[in-house]
Nanobody, 125 residues
Framework: VQLQASGGGLVQAGGSLRLSCASS????????MAWFRQAPGNEREFVAA???????ATADSVKGRFTISADKAKSTVFLQMNSLQPEDTAVYFC????????????????????WGQGTLVTVSS
């Protein structure tokens, strides 16, 4: 399985971006896709995740500004990011799992077996 993330770029504070991540593999009801991010000097952190069978999770730091969605037919997950702030600057990684995750495990990096290469989001003040 390969994950291809795209959509990053440079945006001013208050602006919006939409990230996409396409999976090359065959998905099923047990599939979950997620976004994590890593800012310079920081550890990688959870952003949002969505399960193909239903259910999602979003980090408190982005709740109300970021929305995760999926096109199951295209095995693709999206992250709509609104009201971006300089602290959102990071490399955004998509991840996927075929293990049928429970909701409480969606934010854990160890839950995911597949990772994309990352796409850089830079928010200027």
């Amino acid at each position: 399985v390969q994950l291809q993330a795209s959509g990053g770029g440079l945006v001013q504070a208050g602006g919006s971006l939409r990230l996409s991540c396409a999976s090359s593999g065959r998905t099923s009801g047990s599939w979950t896709m997620a976004w994590f991010r890593q800012a310079p000097g920081n550890e990688r952190e959870f952003v949002a995740a969505i399960r193909w069978r239903g259910g999602s999770a979003t980090a408190d730091s982005v709740k109300g500004r970021f929305t995760i969605s999926a096109d199951k037919a295209k095995s693709t997950v999206f992250l709509q990011m609104n009201s971006l702030q300089p602290e959102d600057t990071a490399v955004y990684f998509c991840a996927a799992s075929s293990r049928g995750l429970i909701l409480s495990s969606l934010s854990l990096q160890g839950s995911y077996d597949f990772w994309g290469q990352g796409t850089l989001v830079t928010v200027s003040s």
